[in-house]
């Protein structure tokens, strides 16, 4: 579980995706019962005291070891409530929708997201608006077409050679200052 509190607070998956990503590692969760789990304070040292005549219920430390930190746990919830402070920008992680969240609809002008749909006997990938519009469009078509657009760009070799020069040196950099750190 703790791996999954940590993959989810990534905002990389939704709750689904994760639970089928989490099963195919042993963990056995219906989709109900694995967002009860992610909600569960249980994982952050608490134990719910219920309801007794008038008083209402309420969680109190409990004396087991806590198995996330509070400041994880508090992000998967905001995560789940649908605040997502700092998310990254909308990307995916299928390799059949590289464009997915940086095209724009041409009636609407909002970003077009990516699915597949089945039929035929295979999987086809299509880029849609999200938003009632009527665009969609296969997305082999429009990645093969970014692709010609893409090679036909050329690169000044010298200019090349220093930005790779710059990205080493700050990667360096970056990486020297991780191992102080330790």
Known sequence: MQEAFREFATYAFGVEELRRRMATKGLKCSRNNFHLLLRNKT???????PAYGNEPSYYTDGIHEPLIEKSLFDEVQDALSGRF?????KNTLKEELPLRGLLECRLCGKNLS????RGN?????????TCGCKERFAAELANNAFMKEFSKLTFNEAA????YE???DDFESRNKQVFEEL
């Open 43 to 49: 994982y952050i040292g608490k134990i719910l005291v």
């Open 85 to 89: 402070p700092n998310r990254p920008t």
């Open 114 to 117: 990516g699915s597949a749909s």
């Open 121 to 129: 006997g295979g999987k086809y990938y299509y880029y849609h608006c």
């Open 160 to 163: 090349l050679e220093l930005n």
């Open 166 to 168: 710059i990205l080493k």
